[in-house]
């Protein structure tokens, strides 16, 4: 029994004893001394205000001198070691504003000469009153911790503040001094509480300016504490992958969690809150898909703070796919009578849809011409596919597969036959701007099967179909006439659009149209050729390369102006989807110069033109000149190819050539010089194999000895005279000798036309005639021998005259050498063999040839 009053009799003791310390310095730091003295040894220094003024107060400072004599000195008063007031007796005194925060120091010092010595001083600190302390809150981590408060303190003070909370649970009141420094906002520990009681806080501040308290904050254990987070986990269904439970478990108190989960993709969360229950069942959640899980619980459903939040990721497991895909085909009927290519595109499920990683598609052609041939299935991981079948209708079906199952199938019918199942009418595009298009279009007429819906396809113009073969489109139940596509739509595009009726998954004949979400008039202008004609031209472009177009083209403009011309240029528009790209400009003047150009346009406007070409048209008689004489060319070589016309012919041009050309060319055997050599016996040192080259087929003459004579000639005699040889062995300095009995005139001319016959002889190295080789079976009586020194045998084309040679004419002078040079250039020179393989000196009797100035 004395223990049950003791122990309640202590607490009481110390709680009193605290509160009423509590009070206490409350209450003595709320007083404010009326002024300031500092007491030093040597004096002492005075202000009419307490130590902690607030700014703009006037302080007035007084010093006073003690026993110290200091009869030569003066007394002056320093703030922060800057003299501001001095006098000469024993006290001094001043008054100062004081308009800044922080701690101002004033001392009074005495003035000897230069010498200054400290006789007191005092410090006044400016700064703020407390405000009341706001935003008072207490917190407890867990059930097992300890409460904490906090509160904001407000301005700053400049001074020393302290902070005490009082703490009462209507009995008895507990004091706590802050423990923290922080300037702008407090913090203090309680000790441990009960959930039974209820407490009231208030913090009160204080300095030397005064005192304030906080609004009474009032509150239970079961209000303030805060659980730990939730340790949880999760487990999917075997069956669906779109269901799961979660489990958690908290502190034992904690009745009351909420949980709020989402996919990593989305901003938004879906939150679901329990009570008194540490599992969840959730249901509809996608497959595949990492979600996000949380979960926060607190002690009492309506009172209490709830608990941070514990995260957890995990992503779901795949199901089998959903949803069906959407195909699209396009058939090509041009690979001959018996066949047909079917390419099939579709595009890809939607997450939600595909259930999981798409792992390929099945694409399955089923024959419906009664053909009893099995189904062909095919595999592709691809969004497209092409096959050429035997032309005929077709069940095509694609499924998409993924690790738990495949989706349901999609159907389309192939018909060839589509005329019976007509197009829309009335389709239009319209720029919508922003990448839009809006196409619109009205029913078939009279169409005998119901329609099913409508497909609307687009694809840029001028797109390689081999290139990229995919399209883009959207189907659209029957009740829909209109639709903004805007799917891959790029600004100054043009796109060629088609609309198909569906009739029972057949698609009908389609209509097509251009259209554009903004256009520009085009930025370059289309490269133009020219091809002049007889009074015209034929001028043709190519189209506008896409990227420059920059909108639908709507027609092109040919410009055509004369040079020089200083009117406005012919222009000729050509709209476009009706022109072949060509256009022909008749009746122009021949040998007038004209400026050709062409340019593109948009529904933005005309762009800038491409290249231009000058040209001028040729006149008509310069054309019937070139006509004419190709026409005489082409006639006279038809004519030439017939023999008896070209016999004729050649009759023809017989007679009208000069004379010279039907003479017979003269056998060098019946020339002069031949003959005057015999009569003089000059002795050839020559082989007739020289003369005669391998090359044709006739019997060789004998050969002659020749004595090839190495050493200078021997010096002439007195008596004769020096002839120099002609311009062909004039080079090496040959001499010819000429006695003083031959007759003049006759051997000075043999060397000189000899030689000159060599000489032509090297030039030409052509064949030897038949009428040289062969002159004539007449038999001749060989000629006398003329040799002297060196016996040699001539040729038979000098010994032995042709029968067929005849006497010179009586005018033909003998004695004349230009004549017979003359005659001798008009036959062929080429009777000499090829080459002439020898060096040194001929020696023909009175005639010595240097071989070695011949031209090889």
Known sequence: MPFAWIVPSAIWLVMHFTAEACRKGIMTSSKAPRGTEEICDKGRMTANTASAIQPGTNVTLSCYLGDLQTPKCRIGIFLNNSEQAKNSGRSVSKTFPVNTYGRHTFTCKTICGGRKKLICGIDIKCGNPPDEPG??????????????????????????????????????????????????????????????????????????????????????????????????????????ATNCTLFWHNEAQAQHCRLRYRPLTRHSWSTVEIFSSEQYHLHGLEPDTVYEF????KIHPERGLWSDWKMNQTRTPEAEPTGILDVWYRQEQDLGSQQQNISLFWKALSKSEAGGRILGYRVTFEALDHRNLPPESHQTTHTSYSKVTPRGDYRITVTAQNSRGRSPPASILTNLGIQDLPPPQQVSAMAMGNSSILVSWKPPLRSAVPISGYVVEWAETGRNPHLEPHHTWAKLPASNLSTVIAEHIKDNMCYQIRVFALYQDRAGQAVSVRGYSTAQAPSAGPQMFTIPRATGVLVSWEEIPVPQQRGCITGYHVY????????????????SGTAPGSLYIPDLQPGELYDLWVTGSTAAGEGPPGNSDRLRLESARGWVTLVLTCSFFIFSACVCSVPPVRKTFHSLLSVLLPQWQNKAIPDPANATWAKSFMVTKAELSSSSILFLPSTIGFEEPEPTPVEEAFMQPDPPDPGDKLLVGSAGSRRHGDWTQESSSSEPGEEQQLPELYQRLV??????????????????????????DTTRDHPMDLPEYITSPSPTDLPLPADTPMDHPELECHLLSIFPTTFLAPTLCCEGNLTLDRVKLNCSSFTR
Request: hydrophobic share 30%; charged share 15%; with cysteine.
């Open 135 to 240: 935003n008072v809150s207490c917190i407890q981590m867990g059930t097992d911790s300890h409460p904490v408060c906090t509160w904001d303190k407000g301005r700053l003070t400049y001074l020393d503040t302290t902070y005490v909370i009082q703490l009462s649970n209507g009995t008895h009141d507990l004091c706590f001094s802050e423990e923290s420094l922080n300037k702008t906002f407090g913090l203090l520990a309680l000790r441990k509480l009960n959930f039974d009681s209820n407490y009231t806080v208030v913090v009160s501040a204080s300095n030397k300016l005064g005192s304030a308290s906080s609004q009474p904050f009032t509150f239970t254990l079961i209000d303030i504490v805060k659980p730990h987070p939730p340790d949880f986990l999760m487990e999917f269904d075997s069956s669906s």
């Open 759 to 784: 000489v032509e002889a090297m030039e030409h190295l052509q064949p030897v005639p038949e009428y040289i080789t062969n002159p004539g079976p007449t038999d001749l009586p060989p000629p006398p």
């Open 560 to 575: 055509l102006q004369t040079k020089d011309s200083q009117g406005d240029p012919q222009v000729y528009a050509i709209p």
């Open 294 to 297: 949380q979960v926060s619980c």
